[in-house]
């Protein structure tokens, strides 16, 4: 049912249904800069018993074509659109890093689209240091692997680590490049704390990318939110420690 109007719209996903349940709350997950729905499989898959799971391909990324989109407020927009068209009833928004950027712009726009919010490794501000903007566009493998280095806990699995890479890679320099720049153009300091959406907060104890400080300041700004920071993991916190985010997810969703 749904992902087959996914499919309609040309939009690239990941999924854990294969039935879709009509009385299971569902979990729409979006990917941060250079990623794609891949990033969330151990959400997608090991959740699927919860809810009705499903990560999605930003625009020119994985699966899902029209390159033409490189902002926050217009990855906001499709995905607003998507929700309204695809999804009956409202369902529960989760994004990392960008996209918990675009959750937030979404959800400020269209709340009435969205059951409650999941932050994952994010903030109300993306600033994003000028020596990475500039290397993703003059130095870009090496830049990569630096940076790829940060996301990850220092003793995460040397084979995480190297499929991060390898992943980001394949993205191709434009495009990790454009992301991370509208990461540094992204602020809603301003306006974070008109959301009224249920929304959980969740960031790796060890994250060097989006520090647990700007976790603590967007619990302050969201009134109705619930923060939890998460041992063993750095900024890649749903692939790191994949076992407790799951857990939080389930009991924010199915309390």
Known sequence: MIAGKLRKLN???????QAFREDDPSLVMIHGAGGSSVAWKAQTYLLRNQCNTFALDLPGHGKTGDKDKSEIGE?????????????????YLMGHSMGGAIV???????PEL??????????????VAP????????????????LLGYAYAPDAEKALVREGIKLMKQAGGP??????????????????????TPCLILCGEQDKLTPPA????????????????????????????????NEYVTEFILP
């Open 131 to 146: 020596m990475f903007l500039d290397g993703l566009k003059n130095d870009f493998e090496n830049v990569i692997e630096n």
């Open 175 to 196: 495009l990790v490049h454009a992301d991370f720049s509208a990461c540094n153009r992204f602020d809603l300091r301003g306006e974070v704390d008109k959301i009224n």
């Open 75 to 91: 990855y906001a927009q499709w995905l607003t659109q998507i929700l309204g068209e695809v999804f009956d009833e409202p369902p």
């Open 104 to 110: 937030q712009t979404a959800t400020l726009s269209n």
């Open 214 to 245: 700007l976790s603590i300041k967007l619990n302050k700004l969201i009134k109705n939110s619930l923060l939890k920071l998460l041992p063993s993991a750095g900024h890649m916190v749903m692939i790191e420690n994949h076992t407790l985010l």
């Open 11 to 17: 939009i690239g996903f990941e999924t854990g249904t």
């Open 114 to 127: 969205v059951k409650g919010i999941i932050l994952v490794g994010t903030g109300p501000r993306l600033q």
